[in-house]
């Protein structure tokens, strides 16, 4: 059983950049795909970027194609989401979940989860 743990949150002005991680504990991704959702104040947890064991194919969301960029290490235990030209409507707590070899949209889809770190943007 994987373990997650995400960090690199923090506050950040309007256009700037933050790089979240994902670490993985008791085992590696080589199996699992890995999606970055948020979730913000009185909403729905949102799909954000997803890599998939199969080819390391990648997804993202629309409101976030262009900005955000997810990748891998080499030693497949950490996930990274770049974060670039950062805005208001990205302020979330962000979280990292696990699912078996594709990535998919829905959150209910993935069976670990991380305990999320903080973004805030400021205008």
């Known amino acids: 059983q994987v373990q997650l743990v995400e960090s690199g949150g923090g506050l950040v002005q309007s256009g700037g950049s933050l790089r979240l991680s994902c670490a993985a504990s008791?085992?590696?991704?080589?199996?699992?795909?890995v999606g970055w959702f948020r979730q913000a104040p009185g909403k729905e947890r949102e799909f954000v970027a997803g890599?998939?064991?199969?080819?390391?194919?990648?997804r993202y969301a629309d409101s976030v194609k262009g900005r955000f960029t997810i990748s891998r290490d080499g030693a497949e235990t950490t996930v990274y989401l770049q974060m670039d030209s950062l805005k208001p409507e990205d302020t979330a707590v962000y979280y990292c979940?696990?699912?078996?070899?594709?990535?998919?949209?829905?959150?209910?889809?993935?069976?670990?989860w991380g305990q999320g770190t903080q973004v805030a943007v400021s205008s």
């Open positions: 890599l998939s064991t199969t080819g390391g194919s990648t």
């Open positions: 979940a696990t699912r078996p070899t594709v990535v998919s949209t829905i959150p209910a889809l993935y069976n670990t």
């Open positions: 008791g085992r590696t991704f080589s199996t699992l795909a």
